[in-house]
């Protein structure tokens, strides 16, 4: 049972670029998430999808963008990286209510 | 609005002694409380969780937890520190919408070890 699979597990990138973090769960959660984690800031919610077809803002959405593929599947895109993206992304899925989420093992992501 | 406060960034405990890491929330409800660890270059892994009744609850790797609604509380405790529990840990509460819970993170606390 692989859990939370997050692609890429490094990347660079050069600002204006794009790319896409891919995210996927095996475990038939409902609910799905998208945090960041910067140095002494902790988790940051930056999107979230309470169930497949819908998806909605967290704390920090500027600069990001969302797809719910499917249930399985929940991707980050960043349209045009700037420098303050430089970060570890992390995907996460629950059920919808009364239990844990499961965390990706991460995607550190430097801009330059 | 909702937060949660972990007022030690650092904490340094030699091996075998005991441990508690401070975890104050601010939320209008009851709670769904959690505390993560997360070990360099990993993602988070749950310790335990609080969402109702007893309110010491007991989690993996010998850790437990104390539930406060007087003081606001959720602090981690463990007897006796292992070299192996350095990492990161942090504290986070459910907001619950309609249907679907959002966390909340503090911001961690990291935890060193000495021999």
């Known amino acids: 049972n692989a859990g939370v699979t997050q692609t890429p597990k490094f990347q660079v990138l050069k600002t204006g670029q794009s790319m896409t973090l891919q995210c996927a769960q095996d475990?038939?959660?409902?609910?799905m998430y998208w945090y960041r984690q910067d140095p002494g800031m902790g988790l940051r919610l930056i999107y979230y999808?309470?169930?497949?077809?819908?998806?909605d803002k967290g704390e920090v959405p500027n600069g990001y963008n969302v797809s719910r593929l499917n249930k399985r599947e929940f991707s980050l895109r960043l349209e045009s990286a700037a420098p303050s993206q430089t970060s570890v992304y992390f995907c996460?899925?629950?059920?919808?209510?009364?239990?844990?989420?499961?965390f990706g093992q991460g995607t550190r992501l430097t801009v330059v | 609005a909702q937060s949660v406060t972990q007022p030690d960034i650092h904490i340094t405990v030699s091996e075998g002694a005991s441990l508690e890491l401070r975890c104050n929330y601010s939320?209008?409800?009851?709670?769904?409380l959690f505390w993560y660890v997360q070990s360099p270059g990993q993602g988070l892994q749950l310790l335990l969780k609080?969402?109702?009744?007893?309110?010491l609850v007991q989690g993996i790797k010998g850790f437990e937890a104390e539930f406060k609604r007087s003081q606001s509380s959720f602090n981690l405790r463990k007897p006796s520190v292992h070299w192996s529990d350095a990492a990161e840990y942090f504290c986070?509460?459910?907001?619950?919408?309609?249907?679907?819970?959002?966390?909340?993170f503090g911001t961690g606390t990291r935890l060193l070890v000495s021999p």
């Open positions: 996460a899925s629950s059920q919808n209510r009364g239990t844990e989420a499961f």
């Open positions: 475990m038939n959660h409902n609910s």
């Open positions: 939320y209008g409800a009851t709670p769904y």
């Open positions: 999808s309470a169930s497949e077809g819908t998806t």
């Open positions: 609080y969402f109702s009744g007893d309110t």
């Open positions: 986070a509460v459910a907001l619950m919408n309609t249907g679907f819970q959002k966390l909340v």
